[in-house]
């Protein structure tokens, strides 16, 4: 069952990326070093990383029931991040979320994280994961907010390309089971 591209929320709408939005990506939040400090992929450097992004949002599209998700504002359309799903198995998949630096502290990335939960729910996950770097508080508390469960420490476990360390982080390993509900 694929998930629907567009969804609404109280306050965003959420969209499969197209083509047209790529300079927006680079230029909202893909680019900033301040907002892609705790993200897992490299800060975007140029149109063509953003061009890569797409390719994989397509590809994860075409392979499972959702991939990348923009969030827009529903009042005044413009763009203020991403969320998804990243599919491992057809009941597994693991989320995350990043929002321009002027979208923050409005409680965008906990309603997204709702919408996540709903539309994994819908297309028969059963565990929604998510990692989360142990410094990164508010990060934490969203997916705390979202109702996630702390399962424990994984020790170096991810690198984060931003941070200028070579070596794996540990993170948080959180999961929100979908199941029993
Ligand atoms: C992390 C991020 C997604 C949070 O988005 P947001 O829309 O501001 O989050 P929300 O407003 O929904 O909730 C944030 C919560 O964290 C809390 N918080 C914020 N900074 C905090 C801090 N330093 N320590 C503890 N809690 C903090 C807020 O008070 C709020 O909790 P509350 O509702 O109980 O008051 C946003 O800052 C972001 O995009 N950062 C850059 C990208 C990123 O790091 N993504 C996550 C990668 S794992």
């Given at each position: 069952?694929?998930?629907?591209?567009?969804?609404?929320?109280?306050?965003?709408?959420?969209?499969?990326?197209?083509?047209?939005?790529?300079?927006?990506?680079?230029?909202?939040?893909?680019?900033?070093?301040?907002?892609?400090?705790?993200v897992?992929?490299?800060?975007?450097?140029?149109?063509?990383d953003?061009?890569?992004?797409?390719?994989?949002?397509?590809?994860?599209?075409?392979?499972?029931?959702?991939?990348?998700?923009?969030?827009?504002?529903?009042?005044?359309?413009?763009?203020?991040?991403?969320?998804?799903?990243?599919?491992?198995?057809?009941?597994?998949?693991?989320?995350?979320?990043?929002?321009?630096?002027?979208?923050?502290?409005?409680?965008?990335?906990?309603?997204?994280?709702?919408?996540?939960?709903?539309i994994?729910?819908?297309?028969?996950?059963?565990?929604?994961?998510?990692?989360?770097?142990?410094?990164?508080?508010?990060?934490?508390r969203?997916?705390?907010?979202?109702?996630?469960?702390?399962?424990?420490?994984?020790?170096?476990?991810?690198?984060?390309?931003?941070?200028?360390?070579?070596?794996?982080?540990d993170?948080?390993?959180?999961?929100?089971?979908?199941?029993?509900?």
């Amino acid at each position: 069952m694929k998930a629907p591209e567009r969804i609404e929320t109280t306050r965003l709408v959420l969209q499969r990326p197209v083509e047209s939005d790529l300079e927006a990506i680079f230029s909202r939040y893909a680019s900033d070093p301040d907002v892609t400090r705790f993200v897992s992929w490299p800060r975007h450097t140029s149109l063509d990383d953003t061009r890569a992004f797409f390719a994989f949002s397509e590809g994860e599209w075409n392979r499972w029931p959702a991939g990348p998700y923009l969030i827009r504002s529903r009042d005044s359309g413009m763009l203020l991040g991403s969320t998804g799903l990243a599919f491992e198995t057809p009941v597994r998949a693991s989320t995350g979320y990043v929002l321009a630096a002027d979208a923050w502290g409005k409680g965008f990335a906990t309603e997204s994280l709702q919408a996540m939960i709903e539309i994994a729910r819908a297309v028969g996950v059963v565990g929604l994961h998510a990692l989360c770097h142990t410094e990164h508080r508010a990060s934490c508390r969203v997916l705390e907010k979202g109702g996630f469960l702390r399962e424990g420490i994984l020790n170096r476990h991810t690198i984060f390309p931003n941070l200028g360390v070579k070596e794996p982080c540990d993170v948080f390993h959180y999961v929100r089971s979908l199941c029993d509900e």
